[in-house]
């Protein structure tokens, strides 16, 4: 028998360039386009928003990425301040936010790869079985690159991240040279009103884009310095990375031909945005590099979640609620090695036949801030229930602060529209059915199940609620209509603010912070 434990290698700049590998993927290859069809010229005021709201979210997870720093931190701060229950609901939402986004980020770079070897994909872009071949060959290389060390892992990400910075930055500087300030009046300002810069916020992949910054968090555990590397990794990676989002937005907006938008902003169509922009303003040169960059920086994101995946699934293991064999660490790599495997056939799951990108980004980025609506409740409640807990990084105007960002977060999950949160949110109070149903079964030694539920109502009704908010909200989200904008969003607004205040009232009182004391001091007694 042997001891494993996460090792702490990372360093302030690896834990930054994860979030930036994780935050410039195919988020910038797809996005800016997607952003201009749903809200046109006014798409980077969406930007704007996505990076406030991001920011709000991630102020909160920098004090509890300080205080409690452990892998996957973002399903075990629930588990710490509502009990196993909570921590369980959590731990399945980021089961899908999580393991799905290597498989997209494969799926972009053979997309954009089908360029120079057209065998890897159909003319509509989907891939043929070679392509998919290809897409599990990339997957299985970056499972290997992750397998054998974490430092190895870091290294790598800190080198592509470094490298795929670069062309962002080029193509913002090149386009700004064919820049037409009548582009932002062209069939209107923001032709979809500001319901289209909503939507843009969570189904252009906007709110997609910036979600990287939750890799300092996962992390946690393998980080030097975690109480003062972590929260500066977090606020570093969203600002850069809302900086050249929005400079990409407004350069691409501003580059388009004329000719290109003879439909309107909702019928532009490259399939390859910036690369076929580049090409139609003659700048050849600059698509190569493009089509080539292309496959680098979804490597990068794809790799940084692969290995990501498998902290949160080690981590919900560590809850008790999730298979326990998930918590076995190798000892002489310090990667848990059976949640990395279980990564990656869920990566190669979603590189099956599936929708298009931008519904499937839709499906990531609900399901993912679905997890984020806690972190605002438990850092709310830690302050009442564990309130000589070492802070670090302590949030100021955290009474503002933690209600605006749960409150974001809802709006957010509401624009994403009923067809995806009607078996989003409905899949939660299946798995909660799921949980009663296998109680016994469930962590109930310390905490009883009827503490638990006590604790989770609260989630459980504001489900309930947003799940009906959807289906008769405004046409405009893919309701029903039977409640009209902006009315319908303001009762998101008051129920979440009702929901927040439910939430940490409802928190367990005395908080069991001292089950791990660090990840090294746990015992892992079987050698992978």
Do not use: C
Not at 27 to 43: E, R, T, V, Y
Not at 329 to 354: E, H, I, M, Q, Y
Request: charged fraction near 10%.
């Amino acid at each position: 028998m042997q001891q494993g434990k996460l090792k702490r290698q990372l360093s302030l700049l690896d834990l930054t360039f994860l979030g930036l590998g994780a935050i410039i993927g195919s988020g910038w290859l797809f996005a800016a386009q997607q952003g201009a069809q749903d809200a046109g010229p006014s798409a980077w005021i969406a930007w704007l928003i996505g990076a406030v709201a991001v920011m709000l979210i991630g102020l909160v997870y920098a004090e509890l990425g300080g205080a409690l720093p452990r892998a996957g931190g973002i399903i075990r701060y629930p588990d710490y301040s509502h009990g196993p229950l909570v921590g369980y609901l959590m731990g399945f939402a980021a089961l899908i936010s999580y393991s799905s986004v290597a498989g997209i980020e494969a799926e972009a770079m053979r997309q954009y790869a089908q360029h120079w070897w057209t065998a890897l994909g159909t003319p509509s872009g989907n891939p043929t079985t070679l392509g998919w071949f290809i897409q599990a060959l990339l997957l299985l290389f970056f499972f290997l690159v992750n397998y054998w060390s974490v430092n190895v892992f870091g290294k790598i990400n800190s080198f592509i991240t470094a490298l795929k910075f670069v062309v962002p930055a080029l193509t913002i500087i090149v386009l700004f040279t064919n820049f037409h300030i009548s582009n932002f009046t062209s069939h209107g300002f923001a032709p979809g009103g500001f319901t289209g810069i909503e939507s843009a916020v969570s189904t252009a992949g906007i709110v997609f884009a910036f979600l990287g910054f939750r890799q300092a968090v996962d992390f946690a555990g393998e980080a030097k310095d975690p109480q003062r590397t972590v929260p500066i990794a977090i606020i570093l990676a969203i600002s850069i990375g809302a900086i050249l989002y929005i400079l990409l937005q407004v350069v691409f907006v501003g580059a388009v031909p004329a000719d290109a938008l003879a439909k309107g902003w909702v019928n532009l169509n490259y399939n390859a945005p910036f690369a076929d922009l580049a090409i139609a303003l003659g700048m050849g040169w600059l698509g190569t590099i493009l089509f080539a960059d292309a496959v680098i920086s979804p490597s990068g994101t794809a790799n940084i979640y692969l290995s990501s995946t498998a902290r949160v699934l080690f981590a919900w293991a560590r809850t008790g609620t999730f298979f326990k064999v998930m918590t076995r660490v190798s000892p002489k790599a310090g990667v848990p090695r059976p949640a990395l495997w279980l990564s990656f056939l869920l990566s190669l799951f979603w590189t099956l036949p599936f929708p298009t990108w931008g519904t499937l980004v839709g499906v990531v980025s609900s399901a993912t801030v679905m997890t984020y609506i806690i972190g605002p409740v438990s850092a709310a409640a830690f302050r009442k229930t564990a309130p000589d807990l070492i802070r670090p990084f302590r949030l100021g105007g955290m009474s503002v602060i933690a209600p605006l960002a749960f409150v974001i977060a809802s709006l957010i999950i509401y624009w994403t529209r009923w067809s995806i949160d009607s078996w989003l949110i409905g899949s939660q109070l299946i798995v909660f059915v799921i949980y009663l149903l296998l109680n016994k079964l469930m962590p109930t030694d310390k905490i009883s199940l009827g503490t638990q539920l006590k604790s989770t109502w609260w989630l459980i009704i504001y489900f309930i609620v947003m799940f009906g908010l959807s289906y008769f909200g405004s046409k405009a989200f893919g309701g029903t209509g039977a409640l009209s904008n902006p009315w319908d969003q303001i009762v998101v607004i008051i129920i979440s603010f009702a929901a927040y205040y439910w939430g940490i009232a409802s928190a367990l009182q005395k908080p069991d912070l001292q089950l791990e004391e660090t990840e090294e001091d746990v015992d892992f007694s079987v050698n992978i």
